[in-house]
């Protein structure tokens, strides 16, 4: 898998920079996982391309990285709007488009295709259904007892 080529470092061909730090990782990781790589690398001519991810934290970088390789990380709450400024600057496929409020602050990201985060938000939003279609139910059978 990627995350062995990763966790053995083989096979890097691209340099990512933030604050004083460097990351190597895969073109092809990347972009799949972020449109903004993917133009990136696509009009570079480099076989090995160093780019600077200016604004960037390297402990966001290195979140983001996690999320991409693994599908999941941890981040501290407190760090968590910044994270997900970073995945939205980066275009994190996955974290880029998700409606994060701080209501819902989560601690642990899934990047799989079957997004937990996606999930309890769709059995949220079935259970909104059926609360409102129970106090519909509850509000007709008191019409009708009176």
Known sequence: SFQELRTAGELFDVTLACEDETVEVHKVVIAACSPFFRQVLLK?????????????LHQDLLALLDYIYTGQTKVAAEDL???IEAAQELKITGLAEQDMS?????????CSENN?????????????????ENTENTENTENTEN
């Open 116 to 132: 937990s985060t996606e999930k309890e938000k769709n059995m949220t939003e079935e259970n909104n259904t059926e609360n409102t």
């Open 44 to 56: 570079t001519k480099q076989i090995h391309p160093f780019i600077y991810l200016k604004g960037v």
């Open 102 to 110: 701080r209501t819902e602050t989560p601690t642990r990201l899934d």
């Open 81 to 83: 709007d910044r994270f």
